[in-house]
């Protein structure tokens, strides 16, 4: 059963930029669906970036289009969210989820009630 663990959070000002890690423990991702989430206070938890770790197919929240860039080092099992152009609206904790998916569909991906594994969570804070 992998394990999952999310560090890089922080306060950064509009417009900075944040690189997040999830790291994998007593398993490899190897055939996963990694997907970072994030949840604000009273929302929803909601995907920010994906990454299918077979085939290198990334999915990505249309609102985040271009601030965000996912990518890996299997080496050590990890995946990296990198955010730039940071806005105070993008504070929120950050969740790294993991699942083995059958079929690999967008609506799927993008669900986090279709993730087994998560992280415990990294506090990203924006100040305007």
């Known amino acids: 059963q992998v394990q999952l663990v999310e560090s890089g959070g922080g306060l950064v000002q509009a417009g900075g930029s944040l690189i997040l890690s999830c790291a994998a423990s007593?398993?490899?991702?190897?055939?996963?669906?990694v997907g970072w989430f994030r949840q604000a206070p009273g929302k929803d938890r909601e995907l920010v970036a994906a990454?299918?770790?077979?085939?290198?197919?990334?999915y990505t929240a249309n609102f985040l289009e271009g601030r965000v860039a996912l990518s890996r080092n299997s080496a050590k099992n990890t995946v990296y969210l990198q955010m730039h152009s940071l806005k105070p609206e993008d504070t929120a904790v950050y969740f790294c989820?993991?699942?083995?998916?059958?079929?690999?569909?967008?609506?799927?991906?993008?669900?986090?009630?279709?993730?087994?594994?998560w992280g415990q969570g990294t506090q990203v804070t924006v100040s305007s």
């Open positions: 989820g993991a699942n083995l998916f059958p079929g690999v569909t967008t609506a799927t991906v993008i669900d986090p009630n279709e993730y087994a594994y």
């Open positions: 007593g398993g490899t991702f190897s055939s996963y669906v």
């Open positions: 990454l299918n770790w077979s085939d290198l197919t990334t």
